[in-house]
């Protein structure tokens, strides 16, 4: 993955560096909600409402910081982008004239320049940039929640981080599903270019329907693969989801009994919350994009 990322980076540097730098900013959403939330709470509950108004003001302030950081991501991310599919389908354009790749069908060239580079950018370059701001976000939250309270903080996170072992026990049985589909659809597409260049010949002999028939048979067969790659990532996301409500809201009771005992404030106790699910979904969403 890094060294295909280094390929791609070549000649983009700067642009990749500038969408970082509002990717890190729109990272620190972890904290603002959390934070603001926490404080309005405490505020409320002690009836200062001056401060509450103060807490409420800044939080919008903050939320604008926001979203004009995630304007500006997307911006830098379309360049990127744009840059990278130039750079691929002029590859591959280049390659095909070469004297070793003269004698290779046209399809497999159009499907590299068509799907394959729409392929790259959603399943792979957007998948590093969410995988890029849900490690930013995960490290900046944790050290905030380490600030509060280390031990509740802790027992968030470490209940809340057992979903993410799951990516790595069903690693395996997803790659085999994917490999799986790729290989049918090769098949399908190869196929379905000699169906589409042998036409008039077909229309000649009289074999069209047999051929038809072939064609939809491997149709069949990679739109079948590909309905079990789909659910087979959506069995595992279940999952993850199952065990990840039902750790955080196990710690969640547990830190009730905190602030029983007056160890925190219910606004901490929800600053706390809200931090480590910014700290434990990043972390499984980062396992999970990552297979």
Request: hydrophobic share 50%.
């Amino acid at each position: 993955m890094f060294r295909y990322l280094r390929f791609i980076l070549v000649g983009n540097k700067r642009i990749f560096i500038g969408a970082v730098l509002f990717l890190a900013l729109m990272s620190l959403d972890g904290i603002g909600a959390p934070y603001f939330l926490g404080k309005f709470t405490d505020y409320m509950n002690n009836s200062d409402f001056d401060s509450s108004m103060y807490t409420v003001f800044l939080w919008l302030i903050f939320l604008l910081l926001i979203v004009l950081s995630k304007f500006l991501f997307i911006f830098f991310k379309g360049k990127f982008i744009q840059n990278v599919n130039y750079q691929l389908k002029n590859i591959h354009a280049v390659n095909s004239v070469s004297k070793e790749n003269l004698q290779q069908s046209p399809s497999s060239y159009i499907t590299s320049i068509t799907s394959e580079v729409q392929q790259i950018e959603n399943k792979f370059i957007n998948n590093v940039f969410t995988m890029m701001l849900c490690t930013l976000q995960g490290v900046v939250t944790f050290i905030f929640l380490m600030n509060i309270n280390v031990l509740v903080g802790l027992l968030f996170v470490g209940l809340g981080a057992i979903p993410a072992l799951i990516p790595k026990l069903t690693k395996k049985w997803l790659k085999k599903g994917t490999t799986r589909w790729q290989e049918s659809n090769d098949q399908y597409i190869g196929f379905l270019t000699d169906f589409l260049e042998a036409r008039p010949l077909m229309k000649r002999f009289g074999v069209v329907n047999n051929v038809l028939k072939k064609l939809n048979e491997k149709l069949g067969v990679s739109e079948k693969n590909y309905f079990k790659m789909d659910f087979n990532q959506n069995i595992a996301n279940t999952i993850i989801g199952l065990l990840y409500v039902c750790s955080l809201l196990i710690a969640l009771m547990l830190g009730i009994s905190s602030v029983q005992n007056g160890y925190m404030t219910v606004g901490s106790l929800l600053t706390i919350y809200m931090a480590a699910d910014r700290v434990v979904s990043p972390l499984i969403t980062v396992a999970s994009t990552y297979n």
